[in-house]
């Protein structure tokens, strides 16, 4: 099994290699009746698709999807819903030389070890060019959740630097190329990574993924816990390295009296809680707080730095990574973070429903 599924009662399959002349998805379990149309999906993909910015790949891709099967008449039917985007900007020749020599910190050597074959070409199924598809993918599942919940997205640290969070402001995202919060934070990162980009080398990052409205009682409480689930998701997200739930690894630093997020009986009977180191979720099951996720993406492997490796035939080779690449793919991982939150919490909202109605 290649396991390119994920979800249980809401499902999606992805498909396709970054060379080929095509990629997309099946998301299986929508609910019928639900308005759907390309352009609903469109605005999630055009904030995912290369050469937005000098700071990501110049690979010119439109990534205009296309609805094959599962909507009539601006409806979801119910049935598996086809998405289709096309590959237009391939440049394969970029890859030649490293048709048989395997690139530092790619999966070219694990996906030969497994296949005994591979696609060379920017990686195949493992370039994160599939994430268009989980895009698409998360368009829908948005439109399972309905506008009640709110999905967003912001990138919190490149490299050693992170963000300020007293400046934190939810609308400076879409005004800088970083999809970033904090608009000075923003400014000081150009300067770097112009740098870094000249250089021909890369940085990592951390993507903070932020979901509101979701109501208390979503996950389950041993082996489909919301935030296993969710940590699981982020995982499978090209070059994630680590998953962090509410106050994640700090949690480590504080004392049983600081990490409890204490409650008091609010004006509806509800509790309200004083703060949200959990992010969200307790035992496996949402409380009603924002659910908050944050993953740490390493530097794209893809440098001009000739990085010592080997070849097929068992020969010491340096490699230079030639093509177009992201100097800090962190970038365009936000829309990705956005639409596996949103795919997650589609699939259990429709198990919470279907054991407590």
Request: with cysteine; hydrophobic share 35%; glycine share 10%.
């Amino acid at each position: 099994m290649s396991y390119n599924t994920f979800g249980k009662l809401f499902r999606f399959t992805t498909w396709g290699e970054s060379h080929g002349p095509a990629l997309g998805c099946t998301v299986d379990g929508v609910p019928p009746r639900l308005s759907l149309t390309e352009a609903d999906i469109q605005v999630y993909l055009d904030e995912r698709k290369p050469g937005t910015s000098k700071y990501t790949t110049q690979r010119k891709e439109p990534d205009t999807v296309k609805i094959l099967s599962g909507v009539f008449e601006g409806k979801t039917t119910g049935t598996p819903i086809q998405l289709m985007i096309e590959n237009v900007d391939q440049r394969s020749k970029d890859y030649g030389d490293i048709a048989v020599s395997f690139r530092p910190g790619h999966a070219d050597y694990t996906y030969m070890a497994k296949y005994g074959i591979r696609d060379y070409r920017g990686g195949g199924r493992s370039s994160a060019r599939e994430t268009a598809s989980r895009v698409a993918a998360g368009a829908v599942a948005r439109k399972t959740l309905g506008d009640g919940i709110t999905i967003r997205a912001s990138m919190v640290q490149m490299g050693a630097h992170k963000i300020d969070y007293s400046r934190f402001d939810w609308l400076e995202v879409k005004k800088n190329p970083f999809f970033c919060a904090d608009p000075v934070t923003a400014e000081a990162w150009a300067t770097e990574l112009d740098a870094i980009r000249k250089s021909g080398s890369s940085i990592g990052a951390v993507i903070e993924v932020v979901a509101e409205g979701v109501p208390a009682g979503w996950g389950a409480p041993i082996y489909s816990k919301l935030d296993s689930d969710l940590a699981a998701a982020m995982m499978t997200v090209n070059a994630v390295k680590g998953v962090e739930i509410g106050a994640g690894f700090e949690a480590a630093c504080l004392t049983g009296e600081e990490n409890a997020d204490e409650m008091r009986k609010g004006p509806d009977g509800k509790p309200e809680f004083l703060s949200n180191n959990a992010g969200g979720i307790l035992g496996g099951i949402s409380t009603g707080q924002p659910v908050v996720v944050r993953f740490a993406v390493k530097p794209t492997s893809s440098i001009l730095t000739p990085r010592k490796s080997m070849n097929a035939e068992g020969e010491n080779v340096d490699i230079m990574t030639k093509g177009r690449h992201d100097p800090c793919v962190g970038i365009r991982a936000v829309p990705i973070a956005e639409a596996m939150m949103a795919l997650v919490l589609a699939d259990h909202k429709m198990l919470h429903k279907a054991q407590c109605g």
